[in-house]
């Protein structure tokens, strides 16, 4: 935390912790507009699941309040026991979440886009039974990880993924 972009800099601690890891943290407002932080519990690294959580977060963002609450996990063949870099956005009255699946990253990369929807943001979830909505095609690999954005009263989505004309790697991605 500091008072201006140049620091000095006070170290807060983590606002979450999980035991096996707590990537891919997003900032979204419920339909009653408390903010939340919503994150991926980095389980498969140890074989174990990968929940997406949501729990409540101070205004100033220094810190979460209550208790976590599971939004969803894989559960979905296409996601093979993967889901993480979830981005919400609201829109005619329902949350859409934008997730990754399957594996990142590599030459054996499995990774693909899923898209859920909740009429609140804590849920219930459910998938879109079309899912993936990316997945490979003849130009890119391994489309996931991304953001959704609106300019201009369009909406786009800003993803990570491998050229087929290159070579992947486990150490970066081509856009």
């Known amino acids: 935390m500091a008072d201006r972009p140049e620091g000095p ?3 807060l601690g983590p606002l979450m912790c999980e035991a096996d890891g707590s990537i891919d943290a997003f900032p979204m407002r419920d339909e009653q507009g408390k903010l939340y932080m919503i994150w991926k519990e980095d ?3 140890r074989g174990k699941p990968t929940p997406i959580w ?11 309040l209550g208790e ?3 939004l969803f996990r894989a559960d979905a063949p296409w996601e093979k026991g993967l889901v993480e870099g979830v981005a919400v956005i609201r829109r005619q009255g329902y949350f ?3 997730y990754a699946a399957a594996g990142c ?3 054996t990369c499995t990774y693909g ?3 859920a929807r909740a009429k609140s943001l804590l849920g219930p979830w459910e998938k879109y039974p079309g899912n993936p909505v990316l997945a490979d095609n003849d130009r890119w690999k391994c489309p996931g990880h991304g953001t959704p954005v609106e300019k201009d ?5 800003l993803y990570h993924g491998y050229s087929t004309a290159s070579e992947p790697t486990a150490a970066g991605r081509d856009c």
């Open 43 to 45: 389980g498969n690294s």
């Open 113 to 115: 886009t899923g898209i």
């Open 96 to 98: 859409y979440a934008f």
């Open 9 to 11: 800099y006070r170290d």
């Open 68 to 70: 976590k609450k599971e």
């Open 153 to 157: 009263g369009r909406f786009y989505y």
């Open 105 to 107: 990253c590599g030459k």
């Open 54 to 64: 949501a729990q409540e977060m101070k205004e100033d963002r220094t810190g979460l």
